[in-house]
Structure formats: C-alpha cells, structure tokens
C-alpha cells in the first residue's frame, strides 16, 4: 500500500496481462474506487451539460473528478477561493469525491509555445496566464484537492525541436524542485498528495531523463504528460511501455489527453502494465 494524505493507494495484484488491479481510498477511508478507472471531467468544478442534481442520480459515476487549472484560474479565480477558505470540495458541493487537479485540460489543444522559464502558460477565454510555481502553490492552498499535478512545461516532440523538448524536461524537474520546498514549509500542501509529471513528448530518450529524475524525489505518484491527437497509436505505446517499466509498482500513475476510452484500452498490452487513471 502507498499511503499518502489526500488518498491511499492499494496494489492488490497484477494480472496475467500486466494489468495493476488496485485501490483508491479516500475520505478517511470512508469511499474505495477499483482501479484501473475514469475520471469524471469537469469545468470550473461542474460537469459540463449535467446540473449537480441529475449527477447525483447517475448510478455509480466515477467518485474521483478532474479539475483543470486553465477552468479554475478563470472560474472562480485565485482570488474568490482565498477569500472563501473552506476548499473546492465545500464551493463546488464535492464533499465525497476525490479532487484530482491536473494543469492542463486534456479536451483542450494543447500550447507549449508561450511557456518561460520561470513559469507556465494557462489558457482560459480571457486569455493567457503566466503561472509562476508560488502562483501555483497559493492557488492549491486554497482549494485544497485530494491530489495535485506539480507545475509542468510538457512539449511534443512532434511539433518542437528536439532543444525544446530537453528544456522542457528540465523546467519541469526544476518547477518540482520548487514545489517540493515550498511543500516542506505549508501545511495545506503537506496534505494534498503530489503528484511529479513524466515529460518529453515522443522522445524517448528524455522519456527516459524525466521519468528517472522525477522517480527519485519524494512525491506520491505520477502523470505520464504530454499526449495528443497528433500521437500516433505505435508512437505512444513505445513511450507508454518505457516509463512503465521505470515506474515505481507500488504508486499511482494518472495519464490525460488519450482519445477515448476505447482507445485506451487499445493501447494497453501486457508490455505497459498499466493502472493508469485516465480521463
């Protein structure tokens, strides 16, 4: 069992497949979700065309919701969540639900061009952000999520050099870095679960630099970042069966931005051994 803060996570087994069959356990272990599963997608905390009561009736929807910083930093705002103080599960009527917050909305397309080095593009309608790790950290003070993505700067090598995509793997060990210390000092942090973001687009090599680094510092679990569309399906298994091999067994492994579920299951063979959360 890999006991964090915001959730447990139990590995009870890995099938004949290569499948991870485990648990999450959440709300003082009030609530378990099996996984491999879905996350329920949401936008600025509500599930798009469905209101909080018919959600409600929907017989076993997935308990653990992905909110998106680009929905979030527009709708509510940095500033409404500080000056409300009791957390996105009392704002957004979430109290049995797992908040997982993630960077990047995956139904988005995703932009690496505008990223700097101290700091991270978000794009909402009002246009574009610049998230700096401190931003980031006082943000998820105030909405205190069961877990949280670290900052990241995620580039496909599909449409990037192979120079950006080496500085992207090394903003994201750097914004980690920083998220880490400011963690040390906050109480708010220390009990959300952290999870570092695997990067490098479809290169393998820095797939590789990234995932050995992040595996190597203190946090609870990871996000395989940085798919698309423009992915093509024998591209991402070979990245997908890489870092899970270097992946600790005994951690939760979240992935976005895959297509549908179908898809997924497509691209999930003996070789990845995946209990990936996808959403």
């Known amino acids: 069992a890999c006991m964090i803060s915001g959730m447990d996570f139990v590995l009870e087994k890995v099938t004949s497949q290569g499948v991870r069959v485990g648990q999450l356990i959440f709300s003082g272990g009030r609530i378990v979700q099996e996984t491999p599963m879905c996350l329920l997608y949401t936008r600025s905390g509500s599930t798009p065309h469905l209101i909080h009561e018919v959600l409600q009736d929907i ?22 969540m500080e000056r409300y103080k009791n957390g996105a599960h ?3 009527s979430l109290k049995d639900h797992l908040l997982y917050l993630s960077i990047q909305d995956p139904s988005a ?13 978000v794009w909402s309608h009002s246009g574009r952000h610049k998230v700096s790790v401190k931003d980031y950290a006082s943000f998820v003070e105030s909405l205190r999520p069961n877990v949280f993505e670290s900052l990241c700067d995620s580039a496909s090598s599909i449409s990037n050099m192979q120079k950006r995509v080496k500085k992207s793997v090394d903003r994201t ?18 009990e959300c679960s952290l999870l570092g973001a695997i990067v490098g687009g479809d290169d393998i090599t820095e797939r590789i630099r990234s995932t050995e680094e992040t595996v190597k510092r203190p946090i609870d679990g990871f ?14 298994q070979a990245v997908l069966s890489k870092v899970s091999s270097l992946l600790p067994p005994d951690k939760p492994r979240f992935i976005h931005g895959m297509g549908s579920p179908g898809q997924f ?15």
Do not use: W
Request: charged share 15%; hydrophobic share 35%; glycine share 4%.
């Open 173 to 190: 060990l750097l914004f980690l870095d920083e998220m880490l210390e400011l963690r040390n000092s906050s109480k708010a942090l220390q």
């Open 109 to 121: 397309p995703s932009s690496s061009s505008y990223n700097e080095s101290g700091t991270t593009s």
């Open 90 to 92: 009392n704002f957004f």
């Open 223 to 236: 996000v395989i970042e940085g798919f698309d569309i423009e992915h093509s399906p024998d591209c991402t």
């Open 265 to 279: 299951l497509c691209l999930t063979g003996p070789s990845t051994a995946p209990t990936i959360l996808y959403s």
């Open 59 to 80: 017989p076993e929807r997935p308990l653990a919701v992905l909110m998106t910083l680009p929905s979030l930093y527009e709708l509510p705002g940095a500033v409404t």
